[in-house]
C-alpha cells in the first residue's frame, strides 16, 4: 500500500526492469527486508503465488522439493518442516 495515497500498489517500488538485459532487479537487494529475503519459504506458499520457479515434479513429490528448498534457501532464511 501506498503510504502516500493509501492505494494499493501494482509492484514493488524497488523493482526495476531493465529492458537492455530484459530482467528485473531489486533496487534494495542487500537491505532488502526479511520477508523478502526469507521468500518463499514453503512450496505451499510457492503454488498459492503461482511461482514461476515451480516445476511439475515439486508438484507430484512436495516434500522432497520441500528438503529441496530448504537447502537452496539455507543461507537466507529459517527452514521449516511441514
Ligand atoms: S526483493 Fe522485496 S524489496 Fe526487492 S523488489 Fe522484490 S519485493 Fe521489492
Known amino acids: 500500500m501506498n503510504p502516500g495515497t493509501g492505494k494499493l ?11 537492455n538485459e530484459n530482467k528485473y532487479i531489486c ?10 529475503k526469507h521468500y518463499p519459504v514453503t512450496i505451499n ?7 514461476e520457479m515451480l516445476e511439475v515434479k515439486d ?15 539455507a543461507g537466507s532464511r529459517p527452514s521449516v518442516d511441514n
Not at 500498489?9 to 529492458?19: A, G, N, S
Not at 506458499?45 to 511461482?51: G, N, S
Open 45 to 51: 506458499q510457492m503454488v498459492k503465488d503461482e511461482c
Open 59 to 73: 508438484l507430484s513429490n512436495p516434500k522432497q522439493a520441500q528438503k529441496s528448498l530448504d537447502r537452496l534457501m
Open 27 to 36: 533496487d534494495i537487494y542487500d537491505d532488502r527486508p526479511d520477508d523478502c
Open 9 to 19: 500498489m501494482e509492484q514493488c517500488p524497488w523493482l526495476r526492469h531493465l529492458p
